[in-house]
């Protein structure tokens, strides 16, 4: 009984940390059209396509289970995000991966459990516009570090790998 409380005690306080940044249907209609209609849906990855994205990504995944947002309009797909929970020091930041047309149009900080002096900021992120989803991103080389957050910008560039190749595998030639 004792253990059960104190799970549930270290659960709650855990979840009071989390500094929940925006919600992503709403990151997804900003980006796409405020009057999209934004589905989301959770995808297991078999062996083979967790394989598949382990090697373009050149990364190894943590998890085999990803949430794929889809903005429609008039029946039009819009885009896609990706969303990708990454370990920063030691907690999770989540980051919404924007991607129309095999180009990554843009990222989203959804949450960030880290002290948030560490958070990348806007005009950093900006740099993630306009990339091909055929280009796996290498920190100081395509993408300059943040100085005093490298952990974090570390973070987000190996997210933006994973988002890529779970594009690619599952999306790419939709």
């Known amino acids: 009984m004792k253990t ?31 009057n ?3 589905t989301k849906k959770n995808v297991l ?27 429609k309009k008039d029946d039009k ?6 969303l990708v929970s990454k370990k920063v020091r030691s907690k999770n930041a989540v980051v919404l991966y ?12 959804i949450a960030f459990n880290e002290a948030m002096e560490y958070i990348p900021t806007k005009r950093w992120n900006e740099q993630f516009e306009q990339i091909p989803t055929s280009k ?9 570090s943040i100085s005093g957050a490298t952990m974090s910008a570390r973070s987000v560039v190996e997210g933006s790998r994973i988002a890529f190749g779970v594009y690619n595998e599952l999306l790419g030639g939709k």
């Open 136 to 144: 796996m991103l290498q920190l100081n080389r395509d993408i300059p």
């Open 98 to 109: 924007f991607i129309k047309d095999a180009q990554l149009q843009g990222i989203e900080v």
């Open 4 to 34: 059960q409380f104190l799970f549930l005690l270290l659960f709650t306080l855990t979840a009071l940390q989390a500094q929940v940044l925006i919600n992503p249907i709403e990151a997804m209609q900003e980006a796409y059209d405020i």
């Open 36 to 38: 999209a209609t934004v």
């Open 45 to 71: 990855l078999s062996k083979k396509r967790v394989a598949n994205i382990q090697k373009s990504a050149k990364i190894k995944l943590k998890t085999k289970i990803y949430r794929i947002f889809t903005a």
């Open 77 to 82: 797909v819009l885009g896609y995000g990706v």
